[in-house]
């Protein structure tokens, strides 16, 4: 079983940044694609990003391309989220997944994911 492990949320205002990080621990995610999900309240689970095991292929939401950059380092089992430009609507829980096809994260029906991270943008 995979566990993931997502830090980094909290509040910041229109236009800061945020680094979100996610630690996958128990069995080896090696070969999986990672990616990140959001869910504000009272909206339905938002693809944000994917990258793929070699961090060759991404993929981003149409909400957040060109402020939002995902990396992975594979060493640490880790994912990184960097948000810029962020703004009061990206106010949402972010969560962590992995799957073995990038596609099934962007479709929201991943094999594994995280309890996610609050993220707060304040105007």
């Known amino acids: 079983q995979v566990q993931l492990v997502e830090s980094g949320g909290g509040l910041v205002q229109a236009g800061g940044s945020l680094r979100l990080s996610c630690a996958a621990k128990?069995?080896?995610?090696?070969?999986?694609?990672m990616g990140w999900l959001r869910q504000a309240p009272g909206k339905e689970l938002e693809f944000i990003a994917a990258?793929?095991?070699?961090?060759?292929?991404?993929y981003y939401g149409d909400d957040v391309k060109g402020r939002f950059a995902i990396s992975r380092d594979n060493a640490k089992n880790t994912v990184f989220l960097q948000m810029n430009s962020l703004k009061p609507e990206d106010t949402a829980v972010y969560s962590c997944?992995?799957?073995?096809?990038?596609?099934?994260?962007?479709?929201?029906?991943?094999?594994?994911w995280g309890q996610g991270t609050l993220v707060t943008v304040s105007s």
């Open positions: 997944a992995a799957d073995l096809n990038p596609t099934a994260i962007s479709r929201r029906s991943m094999q594994y």
């Open positions: 990258i793929s095991w070699s961090g060759g292929t991404k």
């Open positions: 128990g069995r080896t995610v090696s070969g999986y694609a």
